[in-house]
C-alpha cells in the first residue's frame, strides 16, 4: 500500500514550456486534490475532483490545468509555465470519516518545481 | 472572506518547556485538523476534531477544539528536539459543497532547542 504517490519529484522548467505533473493513490478514494505550497502561505487549493470524471476549481486555479484519469490518477497540467509557479505542489486524496460529513486528507510526498 | 489565521507563525523553544500554539478561524466550521510537516517532506495529519469540545492527546501533544470561540489549540508539554516541525491546522471549506476541501492556516514554524 503506497498511499499516494507524485512523479516528478523534482523539475525545471524554462518560461513558456509545459509539464504535466502525476498523481496515484491506492486507498481506492473518490476526492482527490491539488495544492500548491509557497513559503509563509500555506497551502493553497489549485483544483479538486469529487469523484473519477469530475474536476472543480480551487482558491488558485489559474495557469492550470487537471485531468481525472480514472479513481485512482489525478494529473496536473501547467500549459505555459511562469516563474509565478515555482512552488511545492502537493496531491492528497481523501475518504469520508465513518459516521460523520468530515474528510481525512492524505498527502503525496510533493514535487518541487522551479520556473526560470 | 474566510481566514485560518495561526499564532504564533514561529515558535522557538526550550527542551522541557510547555507552550500553546493558537488557531482561530472565520467560518462556522465544527471540524478541524491539524497536520504536521517535517522540512522537505510531506504532510501527516496528527489530530481530527469533530465538534466542539473535542480533546485529542498523543504523546506529548494535545489538540482542543472550541467550536464557539472559532478556536483551535495544539499545546505542547515538556517540548523534546523530535517536536521541530511546522504545524497546520485546517477547516473545512464553505465552497465546494462537502467533498473534503480544506482551508489551511500559514502554519507554525517551530524550534526545540536544548
Known amino acids: 500500500n503506497a498511499g499516494v504517490t507524485q512523479t516528478p519529484k523534482f523539475q525545471v522548467l524554462k518560461t513558456g514550456q509545459s509539464m504535466t505533473l502525476q498523481c496515484a493513490q491506492d486507498m481506492n478514494h473518490n476526492s482527490m486534490y491539488w495544492y500548491r505550497q509557497d513559503p509563509g502561505m500555506g497551502l493553497r487549493l489549485i483544483y479538486y475532483s469529487a469523484s473519477e470524471g469530475t474536476t472543480d476549481k480551487g482558491e488558485v486555479p489559474n495557469g492550470y490545468n487537471v485531468s481525472r484519469l480514472n479513481k485512482r490518477e489525478f494529473s496536473l497540467r501547467l500549459e505555459s509555465a511562469a516563474p509565478s509557479q515555482t512552488s511545492v505542489y502537493f496531491c492528497a486524496s481523501s475518504e469520508r470519516l465513518a459516521g460523520w460529513n468530515s474528510y481525512e486528507q492524505y498527502f503525496g510526498p510533493g514535487t518541487r518545481l522551479t520556473v526560470t | 472572506e474566510l481566514k485560518v489565521e495561526q499564532n504564533p507563525l514561529f515558535l522557538s523553544m526550550q527542551e522541557g518547556k510547555n507552550y500553546t500554539i493558537y488557531c482561530n478561524y472565520s467560518?462556522?466550521?465544527?471540524?478541524l485538523y491539524w497536520y504536521r510537516q517535517d522540512p522537505g517532506k510531506s504532510l501527516e495529519s496528527l489530530f481530527v476534531?469533530?465538534?466542539?469540545?473535542a480533546v485529542k492527546q498523543e504523546g506529548r501533544l494535545m489538540a482542543s477544539l472550541d467550536t464557539k470561540a472559532r478556536l483551535s489549540t495544539l499545546h505542547i508539554t515538556a517540548a523534546v528536539h523530535d517536536l521541530s516541525a511546522t504545524y497546520f491546522c485546517a477547516v473545512d471549506s464553505p465552497y465546494g459543497g462537502s467533498q473534503g476541501n480544506l482551508i489551511f492556516g500559514k502554519g507554525t514554524k517551530l524550534s526545540v532547542k536544548p
Open positions: 467560518t462556522t466550521s465544527d471540524r
Open positions: 476534531l469533530l465538534s466542539n469540545g
